[in-house]
């Protein structure tokens, strides 16, 4: 099987960029060790900190910040970073190439319960002068690579370049990341949804009408039974995703009128809907394709619906309708 290097290489991905990607592949597995640890570490449990979206930090949102910082701010071809638990965006290298923008650890309350969590990453080519949040601000189409780590029974890496999706396993014995499917493909059709059905009655007119419909199963106008999952990370559930298919949706609601999405848009929905485009997929807002979205800053969150190609597509058709009504149960 083939290591992470030498894919890269026969990628022929640019020496700077393979170098990046080895040393976040490297720091991932420190943080897979600390993942692993739990308890034993003491690393388990919350700070008394909130990051900028009012979020209580995790001990170990905070350890896996500080571990893949250092790491960006050793490696030399970085020249800023953004992440979920930092307030403003960080400057590194002078001369670095590319910006990284990343969740250090996706799904953070599942640490505490042993289940899946993950690193998030974006690396984004880094424009001329001064470096400040604007610079940041680009489409998820100008991602010149995406990935996550998951910390789950086996730590894998899923990876693009732009030249498909690629997933390697991480090897315990020889400690090397190693090619385990080379070109990662969702299926187009899918009979599983992930949502979490507890905001229901606080979506959209759309997504109420269009989850009605595929809980109707045969019944319905859908004439099918739909099977339905939720791990509370996104990571996880778009791991499944890109396995076996299925469409993964946070999308929006008025729970908060004034946080009308969860899913934030550098760092979680971009680097997804690259892997999930590159796997054969698709990523949307409901109204906007989310790599065709230009960001208004680096925290921004948006609705995200993802998944088997066709779909997403039946999902959007809801959208592209007046469904001002209620939705269609009885
Ligand atoms: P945290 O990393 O802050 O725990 O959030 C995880 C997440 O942003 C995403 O990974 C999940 O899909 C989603 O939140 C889960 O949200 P619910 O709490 O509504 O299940």
């Given at each position: ?116 969590v993950g690193t998030i990453f974006s690396v984004l080519p880094a424009p001329e002068g001064e470096l400040n949040e604007q610079s940041f601000l680009q489409a998820g189409r100008q991602q010149v690579a995406a990935g996550y780590?998951?910390y789950g029974p086996s730590t894998m890496m899923a990876l693009t370049t732009g030249q498909g999706t690629q997933f390697y396993t991480l090897d315990p014995e020889s400690g090397e990341f190693l090619l385990t499917n080379d ?70 609601d008025n729970k908060n009128p004034a946080k009308p999405f969860k899913l934030r848009l550098m760092y979680e929905a971009n680097p997804m809907a690259f892997l999930v485009e590159q796997a054969g997929g698709k990523a949307s ?46």
């Amino acid at each position: 099987m083939q290591t992470l290097a030498q894919t890269l290489t026969s990628q022929a991905v640019k020496d700077s960029l393979a170098q990046l990607l080895l040393s976040l592949a490297d720091t991932s597995k420190a943080i897979s060790s600390a993942v692993r640890h739990g308890a034993l570490a003491g690393v388990l449990g919350a700070t008394e900190q909130e990051n900028v979206q009012g979020e209580t930090q995790k001990k170990l949102d905070v350890i896996t910040n500080d571990m893949l910082k250092d790491a960006l701010k050793a490696e030399g071809n970085v020249r800023g970073l953004a992440s979920e638990e930092e307030d403003y965006v960080v400057e590194v290298s002078p001369q670095g190439e590319y910006l990284v923008c990343f969740d250090p650890l996706d799904g953070s309350s599942n640490i505490d319960i042993n289940s899946l969590v993950g690193t998030i990453f974006s690396v984004l080519p880094a424009p001329e002068g001064e470096l400040n949040e604007q610079s940041f601000l680009q489409a998820g189409r100008q991602q010149v690579a995406a990935g996550y780590v998951l910390y789950g029974p086996s730590t894998m890496m899923a990876l693009t370049t732009g030249q498909g999706t690629q997933f390697y396993t991480l090897d315990p014995e020889s400690g090397e990341f190693l090619l385990t499917n080379d070109n990662v493909q969702i299926t187009p059709d899918t009979a599983e949804f992930a949502i979490n059905m507890s905001n229901q009655r606080f979506w959209e007119a759309p997504m109420q009408t269009y989850i009605a419909d595929l809980l109707l199963g045969k019944i319905g106008p859908r004439e099918q039974s739909f099977n339905m999952r939720w791990i509370a990370a996104m990571v996880g559930d778009v791991h499944r995703v890109l396995c076996r298919g299925g469409i993964f949706t946070y999308p929006t609601d008025n729970k908060n009128p004034a946080k009308p999405f969860k899913l934030r848009l550098m760092y979680e929905a971009n680097p997804m809907a690259f892997l999930v485009e590159q796997a054969g997929g698709k990523a949307s807002t409901g109204y906007e394709t989310i790599m065709d979205i230009q960001p208004s800053e680096i925290h921004q969150r948006v609705a995200v619906i993802l998944g088997s190609r066709n779909e997403v597509d039946m999902c959007l058709s809801y959208h592209g309708e007046d469904y001002s009504q209620e939705p269609n149960i009885d």
